[in-house]
């Protein structure tokens, strides 16, 4: 049983990192019917913004816990959240918007062509800003103390705080994310866009301008799993968005693209699928390197028995 | 078009027997809390035009839709020759059921030969292999088609236009064009969904004329339109539709002195027994 | 970058521009005789007073070009006649001119870098670059012409073919010439000159009197195509490193061609593409003599090719049937993530994580050389009196799979089927509405295009002699979308332009293949938002990217109706 409840917790808090990705997914989904495959990337951006903030920062490696955890984390996480939004926008200004009333494959390709581009990007450049450490292979990511390491024990349960906070981290963003969405102004344009770009516009509401918050929301909470992830792992490098991307948006499809919570029930469920695969498969397929394998069939699985995912997308087949 | 034109055609037609070809029972559909489509059954017969009339809303292209396969009934069932409809379009298609699009839908990028030639994609066989290396069938059907395919255009009144892209040619054009492709997979019903919007009355008779056309090569017809006189020219028979429901169905004259189909579209300041007053229920009177 | 001048000053200076224009190209032709160079290190020798380079000798085409281009509508609008019309003079001068300008400003480049300095550039240079300078200005006094109609010249059939003819010589001989180059600064620049005539002919109008010709004799240039394709080994005297490069480039042509049916033609993203040629690689090589290899049944390379593309196209049915009948956005990520899923089996099947079929990451090294019909890939032979290695061998039978490929994507494309294709890609639901059976179609296409990546995949086996998880990785899929992107989406030639860039430039140019991939990166963002339909488009794809431009739909109408393409519908495929 508590090899059941180990896994339980490991599930959940990988699952936290694919939902906090895959809200960005799935939002961007919701308004604009694009599937950004550059989100990965700018998971990815989050991490080494993070780790520049850091560098900037004079590498602090000697603070208390709790001066740690209250200051060097928040600065970390603001720089990575810079990071990425700007990014986001830029892409979305650049690249997406000119395309908006393009056929739908030309998005699609502007979006690999963009994911391969910023990968490339920070793989060549990054090294070249003085002092930085070059990216052509994986990072350390620093740690922090009071979390790095860390551990609790409940019961026969080892609980890491790297997990713990990326499980607080999604708490507090999905909080955040239901008082954006049904709260403020911005937010219920955003749910009022994603419903009929068309009306909306009529309403006087400025579709541009929504899109680029979903863009921002999405960005802004790649870039918090982007330092978890790097907690999580202890290192970073640019090709990590890929497969993190790829879950990702599997836990969006999971839970019904273009629906918020589905993201997020997706993004645990999947992670908590993948953790209880690894350890219940029996047989050589049970070992960690097909759990994969076992994430992508079962998004192959949701799209032949409910395509709408768990939740319900908002829109699978436009009539 | 005078009312002798369609004497002749329907004793033409009554020649074989008219035969039982479109039998809608009970066919409601249910969007969420939205009732859009109540209990409605419609028959259209062998060589028969029947109109759908009813203002705005009152689900009329909704109910199209399940003819069609779009939608499958929430409840109901639909026959089509003594068959229950399968549950596609283009199984739908190939049991001899065609339609064309309120708003025009053609492939706007291939030329009209190309779009009436798609129509008759259910209606050929060559496969991959025919058409790899070029098989005789591949050959045969492919003159064959497009033979067929001059020659619908020709029917529908568009020779001379078989190179010109579907997007270049003319509103009204286009609308005979998406006929001519919906006589391409061979019908025995055709659904004509709004005919003549947008057109001129010159542009509107031609139209009528075609449809008459259509009738006699031993077709039936179901056109929806809200043209008045356009329908009450062409149908034997007209059904109005209000808000989800068959209100009337009958010849033109009946349905057309109708008080509640009057009503329903010039509105009323009574209450009726069938109309509850509220929000929306002067909204069709206002569009038709 | 568009210099606009008022009508005024151009009518009033177009004599004196004429003559300026005139002055620079002959400055651009005197310069050849003139050192360019200080040094001979830099581009080819360029150090000789009176005896030009092969490359000065090549770009002196373009300015002469240009001197004529100017000179000859001096005679007059009466003596010209027809021509008045059929050329566009003075745009195609202007072309020249900016061409030429290009190029030298692409030679005075180079020898200033590759010698350390623009001390290193000799007065034949800077008198070729001011000439170039004085053209581009002149010209841009000219005012333009109206559109060439040169495509509308009835010409005689032995003309037309005689122009195919010297199209496919120059292909072929360009081709030998570009390959032959060993720094990337020749080739840079020899580079640029071709650019430079293709924009000048493009604007003389020959390219669309070319197209019409190719029209009227569809099967006469797919043969000589073929010709000469298959004469190419002969002009590389018997060295195989070219042919090395050209062989990659056909495998990846032909990937790129079976890409091309399910992305150009159906409009379906297949971001795992590269999993189907992985699969026909695998099968190829657990099937082969290897000594690794972990089937010891070893069938004759025939039975081995339709096995191999059997397996791939099953794949695709696979992952196809579920995914087809949902909406396409789906399709992009689901073939992503199969194609993450084959890399990783293939991984796996190691013998340690699952049953041993693929030796894991090591894969399967020692593929013997195809032997088919007694004829050993892996041997020279002496044909003609040339040595025809073994990449020449390969460059052969890939030849043949691309003719394959070609007439499988023609035929199908100007078929039922691929009016049924044209359809999903406009208005799927109206197609389903009219009675095509959409989901099959799409089905077919995706298991078909997956069965030609398997057939390439089993040649790539033995050409690669190993086979290993690690080449058939998601950035091959995105690199193989590229070509597609890039060559022009739905057509043959487009995307054989396209491969053929996309694997010659970094083979070429050294210095460039760390950046590869971000410049690939970058040409899908920028070829999306400015020239979606490719370099060489498909008139009915370029309609669906533009499609507010009416005149463009003009266009392309008028361009259909001259080719009687679908007139005659049997014009348009290959008779086997």
């Given at each position: 049983?508590?090899?059941?409840?180990?896994?339980?917790?490991?599930?959940?808090?990988?699952?936290?990192?694919?939902?906090?990705?895959?809200?960005?997914?799935?939002?961007?989904?919701?308004?604009?019917?694009?599937?950004?495959?550059?989100?990965?990337?700018?998971?990815?951006?989050?991490?080494?913004?993070?780790?520049?903030?850091?560098?900037?920062?004079?590498?602090?490696?000697?603070?208390?816990?709790?001066?740690?955890?209250?200051?060097?984390?928040?600065?970390?996480?603001?720089?990575?959240?810079?990071?990425?939004?700007?990014?986001?926008?830029?892409?979305?200004?650049?690249?997406?918007?000119?395309?908006?009333?393009?056929?739908?494959?030309?998005?699609?390709?502007?979006?690999?062509?963009?994911?391969?581009?910023?990968?490339?990007?920070?793989?060549?450049?990054?090294?070249?800003?003085?002092?930085?450490?070059?990216?052509?292979?994986?990072?350390?990511?620093?740690?922090?103390?009071?979390?790095?390491?860390?551990?609790?024990?409940?019961?026969?349960?080892?609980?890491?705080?790297?997990?713990?906070?990326?499980?607080?981290?999604?708490?507090?963003?999905?909080?955040?994310?239901?008082?954006?969405?049904?709260?403020?102004?911005?937010?219920?344009?955003?749910?009022?866009?994603?419903?009929?770009?068309?009306?909306?516009?009529?309403?006087?509401?400025?579709?541009?301008?929504?899109?680029?918050?979903?863009?921002?929301?999405?960005?802004?909470?790649?870039?918090?799993?982007?330092?978890?992830?790097?907690?999580?792992?202890?290192?970073?490098?640019?090709?990590?968005?890929?497969?993190?991307?790829?879950?990702?948006?599997?836990?969006?499809?999971?839970?019904?693209?273009?629906?918020?919570?589905?993201?997020?029930?997706?993004?645990?469920?999947?992670?908590?699928?993948?953790?209880?695969?690894?350890?219940?498969?029996?047989?050589?397929?049970?070992?960690?390197?097909?759990?994969?394998?076992?994430?992508?069939?079962?998004?192959?699985?949701?799209?032949?028995?409910?395509?709408?995912?768990?939740?319900?997308?908002?829109?699978?087949?436009?009539? | 078009m005078s009312s002798d034109t369609i004497t002749q055609a329907v004793s033409a037609a009554a020649g074989g027997g008219p035969e039982l070809l479109l039998d809608?029972?009970?066919?409601?559909?249910?969007?969420?809390?939205?009732?859009?489509?109540?209990?409605?059954?419609l028959q259209v017969h062998t060589g028969e035009i029947v109109g759908l009339i009813g203002?705005?809303?009152?689900?009329k292209?909704?109910?199209f839709?399940?003819l069609?396969?779009?939608?499958?009934?929430?409840?109901?069932?639909?026959?089509?020759a003594?068959?229950?409809?399968?549950?596609?379009?283009?199984?739908?298609?190939?049991?001899g059921m065609a339609r064309t699009?309120q708003?025009?839908?053609?492939?706007?990028?291939?030329?009209?030969?190309?779009?009436?030639?798609?129509?008759?994609?259910?209606?050929?066989?060559?496969?991959?292999?025919?058409?790899?290396?070029?098989?005789?069938?591949?050959?045969?059907?492919?003159?064959?088609?497009?033979?067929?395919?001059?020659e619908l255009l020709a029917f529908v009144g568009l020779s001379?236009?078989?190179?010109?892209?579907?997007?270049?040619?003319?509103y009204g054009d286009q609308r005979r064009l998406e006929i001519a492709r919906a006589l391409a997979t061979d019908p025995r019903l055709l659904l004509l969904d709004e005919p003549t919007a947008g057109m001129n009355p010159q542009e509107t008779r031609q139209a009528e004329e075609l449809i008459f056309k259509i009738r006699d090569l031993g077709l039936a017809v179901l056109v929806i339109e809200h043209d008045m006189r356009f329908i009450f020219n062409l149908c034997d028979r007209v059904a109005c539709l209000?808000?989800?429901?068959?209100?009337v169905e009958g010849v033109g004259d009946v349905v057309q002195n109708d008080?509640?189909v009057?009503?329903?579209y010039?509105?009323?300041?009574?209450?009726?027994?069938?109309?509850?007053?509220?929000?929306?229920?002067?909204?069709?009177?206002?569009?038709? | 970058?568009?210099?606009?001048?008022?009508?005024?000053?151009?009518?009033?200076?177009?004599?004196?521009?004429?003559?300026?224009?005139?002055?620079?190209?002959?400055?651009?032709?005197?310069?050849?005789?003139?050192?360019?160079?200080?040094?001979?290190?830099?581009?080819?020798?360029?150090?000789?007073?009176?005896?030009?380079?092969?490359?000065?000798?090549?770009?002196?085409?373009?300015?002469?070009?240009?001197?004529?281009?100017?000179?000859?509508?001096?005679?007059?609008?009466?003596?010209?006649?027809?021509?008045?019309?059929?050329?566009?003079?003075?745009?195609?001068?202007?072309?020249?001119?900016?061409?030429?300008?290009?190029?030298?400003?692409?030679?005075?480049?180079?020898?200033?870098?590759?010698?350390?300095?623009?001390?290193?550039?000799?007065?034949?240079?800077?008198?070729?670059?001011?000439?170039?300078?004085?053209?581009?200005?002149?010209?841009?006094?000219?005012?333009?012409?109206?559109?060439?109609?040169?495509?509308?010249?009835?010409?005689?059939?032995?003309?037309?073919?005689?122009?195919?003819?010297?199209?496919?010589?120059?292909?072929?001989?360009?081709?030998?010439?570009?390959?032959?180059?060993?720094?990337?600064?020749?080739?840079?620049?020899?580079?640029?000159?071709?650019?430079?005539?293709?924009?000048?002919?493009?604007?003389?109008?020959?390219?669309?009197?070319?197209?019409?010709?190719?029209?009227?004799?569809?099967?006469?240039?797919?043969?000589?195509?073929?010709?000469?394709?298959?004469?190419?080994?002969?002009?590389?005297?018997?060295?195989?490193?070219?042919?090395?490069?050209?062989?990659?480039?056909?495998?990846?042509?032909?990937?790129?061609?079976?890409?091309?049916?399910?992305?150009?033609?159906?409009?379906?993203?297949?971001?795992?593409?590269?999993?189907?040629?992985?699969?026909?690689?695998?099968?190829?090589?657990?099937?082969?003599?290897?000594?690794?290899?972990?089937?010891?049944?070893?069938?004759?390379?025939?039975?081995?090719?339709?096995?191999?593309?059997?397996?791939?196209?099953?794949?695709?049915?696979?992952?196809?049937?579920?995914?087809?009948?949902?909406?396409?956005?789906?399709?992009?990520?689901?073939?992503?993530?199969?194609?993450?899923?084959?890399?990783?089996?293939?991984?796996?099947?190691?013998?340690?994580?699952?049953?041993?079929?693929?030796?894991?990451?090591?894969?399967?090294?020692?593929?013997?050389?195809?032997?088919?019909?007694?004829?050993?890939?892996?041997?020279?032979?002496?044909?003609?009196?040339?040595?025809?290695?073994?990449?020449?061998?390969?460059?052969?039978?890939?030849?043949?799979?691309?003719?394959?490929?070609?007439?499988?994507?023609?035929?199908?494309?100007?078929?039922?089927?691929?009016?049924?294709?044209?359809?999903?890609?406009?208005?799927?639901?109206?197609?389903?509405?009219?009675?095509?059976?959409?989901?099959?179609?799409?089905?077919?296409?995706?298991?078909?295009?997956?069965?030609?990546?398997?057939?390439?995949?089993?040649?790539?086996?033995?050409?690669?002699?190993?086979?290993?998880?690690?080449?058939?990785?998601?950035?091959?899929?995105?690199?193989?979308?590229?070509?597609?992107?890039?060559?022009?989406?739905?057509?043959?030639?487009?995307?054989?332009?396209?491969?053929?860039?996309?694997?010659?430039?970094?083979?070429?140019?050294?210095?460039?293949?760390?950046?590869?991939?971000?410049?690939?990166?970058?040409?899908?963002?920028?070829?999306?938002?400015?020239?979606?339909?490719?370099?060489?488009?498909?008139?009915?794809?370029?309609?669906?990217?533009?499609?507010?431009?009416?005149?463009?739909?003009?266009?392309?109408?008028?361009?259909?109706?001259?080719?009687?393409?679908?007139?005659?519908?049997?014009?348009?495929?290959?008779?086997?």
């Amino acid at each position: 049983m508590d090899l059941f409840f180990q896994q339980l917790i490991n599930g959940l808090s990988l699952g936290s990192l694919y939902a906090l990705i895959a809200v960005g997914y799935t939002v961007v989904y919701g308004i604009v019917q694009l599937i950004n495959f550059a989100h990965g990337e700018i998971f990815m951006i989050g991490a080494f913004g993070a780790y520049a903030t850091w560098m900037v920062m004079g590498q602090p490696t000697d603070w208390s816990a709790p001066l740690s955890i209250l200051v060097l984390l928040p600065v970390m996480i603001i720089g990575g959240i810079i990071a990425s939004v700007a990014v986001a926008l830029l892409t979305e200004r650049w690249a997406y918007r000119p395309l908006r009333n393009a056929p739908r494959l030309a998005p699609l390709i502007t979006a690999i062509g963009v994911s391969v581009f910023l990968q490339e990007f920070v793989r060549l450049f990054y090294g070249y800003i003085p002092g930085f450490p070059d990216a052509k292979s994986a990072i350390p990511f620093p740690s922090v103390p009071g979390i790095s390491g860390e551990t609790i024990q409940v019961g026969g349960v080892l609980i890491q705080m790297t997990a713990v906070f990326t499980l607080a981290a999604l708490v507090v963003c999905w909080v955040f994310l239901w008082y954006y969405v049904n709260r403020t102004k911005t937010g219920r344009a955003m749910v009022a866009t994603s419903q009929d770009p068309d009306t909306a516009r009529l309403m006087g509401i400025n579709v541009d301008k929504v899109i680029m918050a979903a863009f921002a929301v999405g960005a802004a909470l790649a870039a918090i799993a982007g330092v978890a992830h790097g907690l999580r792992y202890g290192n970073i490098d640019f090709k990590m968005g890929f497969l993190a991307g790829l879950k990702a948006f599997t836990a969006a499809v999971l839970g019904g693209i273009g629906n918020i919570n589905g993201a997020v029930v997706g993004g645990l469920v999947l992670g908590v699928a993948e953790a209880m695969a690894t350890t219940f498969i029996p047989g050589q397929f049970g070992s960690s390197a097909w759990k994969d394998v076992w994430a992508f069939v079962l998004l192959i699985l949701v799209l032949v028995f409910r395509p709408q995912g768990l939740l319900g997308a908002k829109v699978v087949d436009r009539a | 078009m005078s009312s002798d034109t369609i004497t002749q055609a329907v004793s033409a037609a009554a020649g074989g027997g008219p035969e039982l070809l479109l039998d809608a029972r009970n066919v409601t559909m249910q969007f969420g809390g939205l009732r859009a489509v109540n209990d409605v059954s419609l028959q259209v017969h062998t060589g028969e035009i029947v109109g759908l009339i009813g203002p705005n809303g009152a689900g009329k292209t909704t109910f199209f839709n399940c003819l069609t396969g779009l939608y499958k009934p929430t409840s109901g069932t639909v026959f089509f020759a003594g068959e229950p409809l399968p549950p596609q379009p283009r199984l739908v298609v190939r049991t001899g059921m065609a339609r064309t699009f309120q708003n025009i839908r053609l492939f706007h990028n291939m030329t009209a030969l190309e779009n009436v030639m798609v129509g008759m994609y259910c209606r050929t066989k060559t496969n991959a292999i025919d058409a790899v290396f070029r098989l005789p069938r591949h050959r045969h059907e492919e003159l064959a088609s497009t033979e067929r395919a001059r020659e619908l255009l020709a029917f529908v009144g568009l020779s001379g236009t078989e190179n010109q892209l579907s997007r270049n040619l003319p509103y009204g054009d286009q609308r005979r064009l998406e006929i001519a492709r919906a006589l391409a997979t061979d019908p025995r019903l055709l659904l004509l969904d709004e005919p003549t919007a947008g057109m001129n009355p010159q542009e509107t008779r031609q139209a009528e004329e075609l449809i008459f056309k259509i009738r006699d090569l031993g077709l039936a017809v179901l056109v929806i339109e809200h043209d008045m006189r356009f329908i009450f020219n062409l149908c034997d028979r007209v059904a109005c539709l209000v808000r989800g429901e068959v209100l009337v169905e009958g010849v033109g004259d009946v349905v057309q002195n109708d008080p509640r189909v009057i009503e329903a579209y010039i509105g009323s300041p009574q209450t009726t027994p069938y109309e509850q007053p509220g929000p929306g229920s002067g909204k069709g009177a206002s569009d038709a | 970058m568009r210099v606009v001048i008022p009508d005024e000053l151009k009518i009033r200076f177009r004599y004196p521009a004429r003559a300026l224009g005139i002055t620079g190209g002959v400055l651009m032709l005197v310069s050849i005789l003139l050192p360019w160079a200080y040094a001979p290190e830099a581009l080819d020798d360029m150090t000789f007073y009176g005896a030009p380079s092969p490359l000065q000798l090549f770009f002196a085409v373009l300015p002469l070009l240009l001197i004529l281009l100017l000179a000859i509508p001096l005679v007059g609008k009466q003596r010209l006649g027809k021509g008045a019309k059929v050329v566009a003079w003075n745009t195609t001068a202007k072309t020249a001119s900016i061409m030429s300008l290009i190029v030298v400003a692409v030679a005075v480049a180079a020898i200033a870098i590759g010698l350390g300095g623009l001390v290193n550039v000799d007065p034949g240079g800077w008198l070729a670059l001011v000439g170039g300078i004085m053209a581009v200005a002149a010209t841009l006094f000219l005012p333009d012409s109206p559109e060439p109609t040169l495509y509308r010249v009835k010409s005689p059939k032995w003309l037309q073919i005689l122009g195919i003819v010297v199209l496919m010589a120059l292909l072929l001989f360009g081709a030998a010439y570009i390959l032959g180059f060993e720094d990337a600064d020749d080739f840079l620049m020899f580079a640029a000159f071709v650019v430079g005539m293709v924009m000048v002919l493009r604007q003389f109008g020959v390219f669309g009197w070319l197209g019409i010709a190719a029209a009227a004799n569809n099967r006469i240039l797919v043969l000589s195509a073929f010709v000469v394709a298959f004469a190419f080994p002969f002009t590389q005297n018997g060295s195989d490193a070219n042919m090395s490069v050209a062989s990659q480039v056909l495998i990846f042509a032909a990937t790129a061609l079976g890409l091309n049916i399910v992305v150009g033609l159906v409009g379906l993203l297949d971001l795992g593409y590269i999993a189907f040629l992985g699969a026909g690689a695998f099968t190829a090589a657990v099937l082969s003599e290897s000594a690794f290899a972990t089937i010891k049944w070893s069938p004759p390379f025939i039975v081995t090719v339709l096995i191999a593309g059997t397996v791939a196209s099953l794949l695709g049915l696979l992952i196809g049937a579920p995914t087809l009948r949902v909406s396409g956005d789906y399709l992009a990520i689901v073939t992503l993530a199969f194609g993450e899923i084959f890399r990783i089996t293939m991984n796996n099947l190691d013998g340690n994580d699952g049953p041993n079929l693929t030796n894991g990451s090591n894969g399967i090294p020692g593929i013997p050389d195809l032997n088919l019909f007694g004829f050993d890939f892996g041997k020279a032979h002496v044909i003609l009196g040339i040595d025809i290695g073994r990449f020449a061998n390969y460059y052969w039978l890939m030849l043949v799979v691309i003719a394959l490929i070609i007439v499988v994507f023609t035929n199908l494309n100007h078929s039922r089927i691929g009016r049924g294709w044209v359809a999903i890609r406009e208005d799927e639901l109206a197609a389903e509405a009219m009675g095509v059976n959409t989901f099959a179609l799409k089905l077919l296409a995706f298991a078909g295009g997956a069965f030609l990546a398997g057939v390439a995949g089993s040649v790539k086996a033995h050409y690669d002699v190993s086979v290993t998880p690690d080449q058939y990785v998601f950035l091959e899929s995105a690199f193989l979308l590229a070509a597609v992107v890039l060559g022009g989406m739905g057509t043959v030639m487009g995307v054989l332009v396209g491969a053929t860039i996309l694997k010659l430039l970094p083979e070429k140019l050294r210095f460039f293949s760390d950046y590869r991939l971000l410049l690939f990166g970058l040409l899908m963002v920028i070829m999306m938002r400015f020239r979606p339909e490719g370099i060489v488009p498909d008139e009915r794809r370029q309609l669906e990217f533009h499609d507010t431009d009416e005149e463009l739909a003009e266009e392309v109408e008028e361009e259909l109706t001259s080719h009687h393409a679908h007139l005659y519908p049997e014009a348009g495929g290959f008779v086997l």
